[in-house]
């Protein structure tokens, strides 16, 4: 078999992909069942049914691209990623593991390869927490990891459910439809943008990793008082902004004195209630993310934060709820999957390093349900989730090329 991708297209769909988007290039905005995401999916989908796929989309908008095996009734081997895209983004996060998947196949298709076992590319559904508050939100309901009543009642900004707001974008059926049957997959495997710099610095071409981290998000609200800025005196302050200040430098410092680089912890939003210079904040809501690859130290700067949350409060008289959103195990990746990316690599003579992956993916998640792995490529200075997110032509194609080796490996029914 002899395999060869078509970098000229593969790179020609990437950029039509981010161009389908509500921010200016070469930002992508591209929040799950806005219009851009159904145009994007509309797109793609053009795209798989042209390959010869077989494409269905579950209740949620997961989506399924199959190429047929001669076992249909076998477990299939299915790769993907996601293609909803958080605020001012770039065009390469998720998107190379789905265009990827979708050209691996195709120089599959292209060799003469007839897969045993089927070969799925899936499209995961809101893999970013940007709309609903929760990250992979298809691959939870995938994996059952959670509850179709409790993603149906998850709300955006606007107050908008999941429920309200997926069935106005077209998808029909009942979310408790989407969890997949047990051994529906054989195996699972993404090829993704490392993210961080561990690969360039290193100048190693591919990454397999050994792990993924585990997330646990929360938000915060803290309740002071109001008033007038020249009007109130400090001693009589209940700032709810101070506090939240506090609260964030506590979780930093739970976070760099857990005692392994692995641990990371994260304020992403603070919103300020009323929002005007001469007015004292009397509210304030805080988003929270804490990572880490062992699920006790994870949770010990997540005890450490609610420690400082009690301290706070009776610090400054003012009221702080916690509520958290989810706390996942992290993952360890599949022997099989791993052994079958590394012989990938080696029959192409490429270097790679075994790593962990320190941000989440939707494979976290197919790894309660099937045996799963990732494949990394490097990213230009580590940077992702902003516009200048860059991954070189010749490294996304080298990382579909291990994918289509790797998925052929896997495909046949004695792997």
Same mark, same amino acid.
């Given at each position: ?36 995401? +159904? ?11 042209? $390959? ?12 399924? @691209? ?37 050209? @691996? ?7 003469? &390869? ?9 499209? &995961? ?117 101070? $506090? ?28 300020? &209630? ?20 062992? +699920? ?104 579909? +090329? ?5 998925? $052929?490996?896997?495909? $046949?029914?004695?792997?």
């Amino acid at each position: 078999m002899s395999l060869t991708v078509n970098q000229e297209r593969l790179m020609q769909e990437i950029e039509e992909l981010g161009s389908i988007s509500d921010a200016e290039p070469p930002a992508v905005t591209r929040i799950v069942f806005t219009p851009s995401d +159904l145009r994007a999916r509309a797109w793609l989908i053009s795209r798989c049914e042209a $390959a010869g796929l077989a494409v269905r989309q579950d209740a949620i908008g997961n989506t399924f @691209a199959r190429w047929i095996g001669s076992d249909p009734d076998a477990p299939a081997v299915g790769t993907g990623s996601h293609i909803d895209a958080i605020p001012n983004a770039g065009k390469y996060d998720g998107v190379v593991g789905v265009l990827g998947g979708l050209e @691996a196949i195709r120089a599959l298709q292209q060799s003469g &390869f007839h897969p045993t076992r089927s070969i799925e590319l899936l499209i &995961f559904t809101s893999e970013e927490p940007t709309r609903f508050g929760i990250g992979c939100l298809g691959s939870r309901l995938l994996s059952g990891t959670l509850s179709p009543q409790a993603a149906g009642r998850l709300t955006d900004r606007e107050g908008a459910s999941t429920e309200e707001v997926r069935r106005k974008a077209g998808m029909r059926g009942e979310l408790a439809e989407v969890q997949l049957p047990p051994g529906y997959y054989a195996a699972f495997v993404e090829l993704h943008i490392e993210q961080g710099f561990i690969l360039e610095r290193r100048k190693i071409p591919l990454g397999v990793v050994q792990s993924i981290a585990a997330p646990a998000s929360a938000r915060i609200t803290i309740e002071g008082a109001g008033g007038h800025a020249g009007g109130v005196l400090m001693p009589d302050r209940r700032d709810a902004l101070c $506090a939240a200040a506090e609260l964030i430098l506590a979780l930093e410092t739970a976070a760099r004195s857990s005692g392994a680089v692995d641990t990371v912890a994260t304020v992403g939003t603070c919103e300020v &209630f009323p929002g005007a210079v001469n007015s004292i904040p009397s509210r304030v809501c805080l988003s929270v993310d804490v990572r880490d690859t062992d +699920l006790k130290r994870r949770n010990r700067v997540i005890e450490r934060l609610e420690e400082a949350c009690r301290a706070v409060s009776i610090k400054r008289q003012v009221t702080v709820q916690t509520e958290l959103l989810n706390a996942d195990a992290p993952a360890d990746c599949a022997a099989s999957v791993v052994e079958a990316l590394v012989g990938s690599c080696a029959k192409h003579d490429f270097n790679f390093l075994s790593m962990v992956s320190r941000a989440y993916h939707d494979s976290l998640f197919m790894s309660r349900i099937a045996p799963a792995a990732m494949l990394f490529i490097p990213c230009r200075n580590g940077h992702s989730h902003r516009p200048d997110e860059y991954a070189s032509p010749e490294d996304i194609t080298r990382g579909t +090329l291990v994918l289509a080796e790797t998925l $052929a490996t896997l495909s $046949a029914t004695d792997y």
